[in-house]
């Protein structure tokens, strides 16, 4: 069965940076949409970044743009998110999913869990001075 698994999270300065990975198994990932969602405390989940399988398309939340860059790494069959700048809004639990529409609808208006395929469980980034 398909396994999402993200990692890389922490906490971080405002201003600082990381990167997140999302690393499949049971898939090739090549051949899957990616899309990054976040949660934070008593907020409804929302998309941040969406990669697509055919061209390669990428797509970012506004608040993010300019900020975050989303790319796939096929050898290690993993999809990354770099954040860069990081504000203390940024701070959430992120996921990631895969999109059976090819990134098509985004961003979606309200995340609904079961239009994507798969979940993975999350890691927490905290952007803090």
């Known amino acids: 069965q398909v396994q999402l698994v993200e990692s890389g999270g922490g906490l971080v300065q405002p201003g600082g940076s990381l990167r997140l990975s999302c690393e499949a198994s049971?898939?090739?990932?090549?051949?899957?949409?990616i899309g990054w969602f976040r949660q934070a405390p008593g907020k409804e989940r929302e998309g941040v970044s969406c990669i697509s399988s055919s061209i390669r398309s990428t797509y970012y939340l506004d608040s993010v743009k300019g900020r975050f860059t989303v790319s796939r790494d096929n050898a290690r069959n993993t999809v990354y998110l770099q954040m860069n700048s990081l504000k203390p809004e940024d701070t959430a639990v992120y996921y990631c999913?895969?999109?059976?529409?090819?990134?098509?609808?985004?961003?979606?208006?309200?995340?609904?869990?079961?239009?994507?395929?798969?979940w993975g469980q999350g890691t927490q980034v905290t952007v803090s001075s």
């Open positions: 049971g898939i090739t990932l090549d051949y899957y949409a």
């Open positions: 999913a895969s999109d059976p529409r090819d990134c098509r609808l985004w961003p979606p208006r309200r995340v609904k869990s079961y239009e994507y395929d798969y």
